[in-house]
């Protein structure tokens, strides 16, 4: 059973694991509405000191039990309240995820380092995805979205999400693939959401100079479009860039050794901050 702790709004954070040391690793899912189940595997590959924690919105994924009547009323600020929850948080988004955390300046104050995993620094690399999709069609997904919009059942959302899985991972992963996505908790009204109040207008706030950052992502990710990171601005000093070769949008899935070696080199980066600091 994970030790489970909800914040005063209702995110959820789960502590997947702990080694000793300081830092407080907060995993935050892409999506939305697929939950924080979607980074088991992730967890599993990060060989880092501290605490892991798997960290829920408030009405995302399965967090719903404890959620507020309007709990996407403080989306995405409340994850403020997170990184508020732990000492030496080092914030971590997946996807969408990490979308959310770069429209969240505030969060900022409260974190030691940030890990960004196949995301983006704006809303653009959504019109690239759906080129995409229109350029390498799945008939089945096809037939599986229109189950959906006939009937927006837990089941058909789950069929629907399935069938994308050769656009989120390489054949070596896809079995793999097909039965994490398979065995998820997903969300209809987070994903509605945020269709209509943040992915076509996204872009970032905030750019941290000032402390350590992971930027991690599959060379072979289709879904996010990692274009947008050439921009100089992005390229600063205290960014650590990690392409995961062989992997998809899940890279910890294909290609989980590459992942906990970046994870590695970056806590290390993290810790010797750490040291300086105190002198």
Known sequence: MLETRYTRSGVRMRRHSSRPGEPNWLLLPGGPGIGSESLHELADAMDVPGSIWLVDLPGDGSNTVHSPDDPFRSWPHVLVEAAEAVPNAVFAGHSTGGMYLLATPAVREHISGLVLLDTAPDCAWYAEYVRMTQDHPLPRFAEAVAAYERDKSMA???????????????????????????RMPYNREAIEWSDANFDHTYEAQWWPTD??????????????????????????????????????HFPWIENPSAVTDAFRDFSTRLLSRKADERG
């Open 211 to 248: 402390i350590p950052v992971l930027r991690l992502w599959g060379a072979n990710d289709r879904i996010v479009s990692q274009r947008g990171w050439s921009a100089p601005k992005y390229d600063t000093p205290n960014v650590l860039a990690r392409e995961v070769p062989g992997a998809g």
């Open 156 to 182: 058909n959302l789950t069929t629907l999400v399935v069938e994308s899985a050769e656009w989120n991972f390489n054949p070596a992963g896809l079995d793999a693939g097909r039965e994490m996505l398979a």
